[in-house]
């Protein structure tokens, strides 16, 4: 079984959308990260989180340590957040990704 | 402006050659990562070093070999011994810790047995 599950592998979405990224782990963790991986393959970090909820722009994270579980949700989705979405407890241990592909 | 870089972006091995991937940092980072991902997989920990004449084997080591003579540099070899080298290759970098830190990283190197 992963560390670290997430739901749903693929999602497609209309623009405008509300989109909700799930992320399970079973490890003891200090910090989650959620990131972002574009077709070119270049990854880039969108949070660091440990508790609570962190929101930059169109984009929000939050975490329950206790439940060991966090979402990354996305408001008014655009089709250039079309990309695949990773939750990881690094620097050892990724989810296997949600493709996601907002349709205009 | 700062960075990772890798190079070359593909690459291509023979049987029985050793090919190195090369990943440089100016970030002034300490800790540096190589990853491999394969399709439908989440990436897997290659080997990792937080400090310079100093490296850790992560969970797929075998195969790989890698040095970390600068600060700045981190280049991976990919032996002979690696029977399935085909996939997608990630260097990161960090400011120290292997905790709590985020992590940046270069665009990636495919690579693909001929």
């Known amino acids: 079984k992963n560390e670290v599950e997430q739901s749903p592998q693929n999602l497609t979405a209309q623009e405008g959308e509300f989109i909700t990224i799930n992320c399970s782990y079973s490890?003891?963790?200090?910090?989650l990260h959620w990131l972002q991986q574009h077709p070119g393959g270049g990854i880039v970090s969108l949070f660091m989180?440990?508790?609570g909820k962190k929101k930059h722009g169109r984009l929000i994270a939050t975490i329950n340590i206790q439940e060991k579980h966090s979402s990354l949700h996305i408001t008014a989705s655009h089709p250039r957040d079309s990309a695949v979405y990773i939750c990881a407890v690094t620097p050892f241990v990724f989810g296997k990704g949600t493709r996601l592909s907002v349709i205009a | 402006d700062g960075g990772i870089t890798q190079s070359p972006k593909y690459l291509f091995r023979k049987e029985g050659q050793n090919v190195t991937l090369s990943c440089e940092q100016n970030l002034n980072h300490d800790a540096m990562y190589w990853y491999r991902q394969d399709p439908g997989q989440g990436l897997r920990l290659i080997y990792y070093?937080?400090?310079?004449?100093?490296?850790q084997k992560g969970d797929i080591a075998e195969g790989y070999s890698v040095s970390r003579e600068k600060k700045e540099s981190f280049p991976l070899t990919v032996t002979s011994a690696q029977k399935n080298p085909t996939a997608f290759y990630l260097c990161a970098s960090s400011t120290g810790g292997i905790r709590d830190e985020k992590l940046f990283f270069g665009s990636g190197t495919q690579l693909s047995v001929l």
């Open positions: 070093s937080q400090i310079v004449n100093d490296f």
């Open positions: 490890v003891g963790i200090s910090a």
């Open positions: 989180l440990s508790s």
